[in-house]
């Protein structure tokens, strides 16, 4: 869904999702979730420079070829939360790391992943020529218990706020279309354990 508010246009994803609460909510909480859904390889990591380095935070939108991998080739969790450090999201597309996006994390709630909840937020750079960032925020919390006694989780993508202008608005669909296709991929590995990435890579 996209929708205008306040300060811009925004994006809403939303996916429910009927696996295990705890294993939906695991998908944005460490590297090695990421790697089941998302990279081929991924890093979370403390970097504690004063000064923000842009040389590697934005995607190499020439990896779209290299995503086809189910595999994770790579996943560390070195992720604190101290005062002065900045944690960065690194994702690799390709087993090589040699299509990368390097994002800082604003904010990582993990508190409750065994509770099924879970919270990410992001800084994306949707625009390969642009390096003003379009933060995105992924939430997981649980779903009411189903009669049958099984449970899930919803997922919610919010992906803004885009300037109401055309090169921006083009990203934005861009951009959704993409974050649409790896939340169902989401919901296809963890429901009837298919990565689509294997067979049809987006």
């Known amino acids: 869904m996209v929708g205008r508010e306040k300060d811009g246009i925004w994006i809403t994803l939303k996916e429910e999702i009927h696996a295990a609460p705890a294993e939906v909510a695991s998908c944005i909480s460490s590297a090695a979730g990421f790697c089941r859904w998302l990279a081929v390889g ?13 040389r590697g935070a934005r995607d190499d939108r020439n990896a779209a070829d290299d995503r ?18 900045r944690a960065l999201l690194s994702i690799a597309w390709d087993r090589a790391w040699n299509h990368t996006t390097e994002a800082l ?8 992943v065994a509770d099924g909840c ?7 750079f949707p625009s390969p020529v642009d390096d003003t960032p379009v933060p ?6 649980p779903l009411a218990e189903r009669g049958d006694g099984t449970a899930g989780a919803r997922v919610i993508l919010r992906h803004g706020p885009f300037a109401e202008e055309t090169d921006n608005l083009l990203f934005m669909a861009d951009s959704a279309e993409s974050w649409r296709w790896y939340l169902c ?18």
């Open 42 to 54: 991924c890093d979370i990591t403390v970097d504690d420079r004063g000064a923000r380095d842009d």
């Open 68 to 85: 086809s991998s189910g595999e994770s080739g790579h996943a560390r969790d070195r992720h604190e939360d101290s005062s002065g450090e």
């Open 105 to 112: 994390i604003l904010e990582h709630d993990i508190a409750a």
């Open 118 to 124: 879970a919270r990410i937020k992001f800084e994306w």
């Open 136 to 141: 995105i925020e992924i939430v997981v919390a």
């Open 185 to 202: 991929n989401l919901r296809s590995v963890l429901e009837a354990k298919h990565d689509m990435r294997a067979v049809r890579p987006l």
